[in-house]
């Protein structure tokens, strides 16, 4: 009954879609050829870019590490895809290692407060301390995003893509949605595994 229950919490969270502006506008990273996005991050990056253009935040920050085979980090991947199409660079801030869904929260949390602590005191002060994020990825995967960037310290605002092949395709989203009900509770109790034991699900990078 438990596991059905959250089956039923992911589908309903799969239809929010928050309003109202973010300090930044999150990309979760997927599958790239040669630099060009897969259908599924170009449905993700598009989304983004309308946020973007619509003033709802001011920068975005993609996630992605590099698969193997990769030369680019889909990431990078992803930045090369909005510049193309008016995104400043100065407006786009990466996330280059995470490989998973956890390893990206994690990292853009770090990531934001980096930010936030490069800003001038009397700007910094006037902020929240938690900073907003729009997270933008495919339906399915909006609960655990939210749940997790909220354990981490962000306050987060979904807004998930509907133009995503998954989405298009009913059988595919709801397997997608039944592996979700796993990934949840095996990432929320990773992530209370690690703050109590003060580990990190990556290495932070040192180059």
Do not use: C
Not at 101 to 110: M, P, V
Request: hydrophobic share 45%; aromatic share 6%; glycine share 8%.
């Amino acid at each position: 009954m438990g596991w059905l229950l959250s089956v039923v919490i992911i589908f309903g969270w799969s239809r929010r879609a928050a309003q109202g502006p973010a300090d930044a506008i999150v990309v979760l990273g997927a599958a790239h050829y040669g630099g060009r996005p897969s259908p599924v991050l170009r449905a993700r990056l598009d989304h983004a870019l309308a946020l973007w253009k619509s003033g709802r935040a001011e920068r975005m920050l993609l996630t992605g590490g590099r698969r193997d085979g990769d030369l680019i980090s889909e990431a990078a991947a992803g930045r090369r895809y909005l510049v193309r199409r008016g995104v400043p660079s100065t407006a786009i801030l990466l996330e280059s290692d995470g490989r998973t869904s956890l390893e990206s929260i994690e990292g853009t949390a770090r990531l934001l407060q980096a930010w936030r602590d490069s800003l001038p005191p009397d700007v910094r002060a006037k902020l929240s301390k938690r900073p907003s994020v729009l997270l933008v990825s495919d339906p399915f995967h909006m609960l655990r995003l939210d749940v997790l960037a909220r354990l981490h310290g962000l306050r987060p605002l979904p807004s998930p893509t509907r133009t995503s092949p998954i989405s298009a395709n009913r059988a595919v989203a709801i397997e997608y949605m039944l592996r979700e009900s796993i990934a949840l509770p095996t990432d929320v109790a990773l992530t209370l595994w690690l703050m109590f034991t003060g580990g990190s699900a990556s290495v932070p990078p040192t180059r």
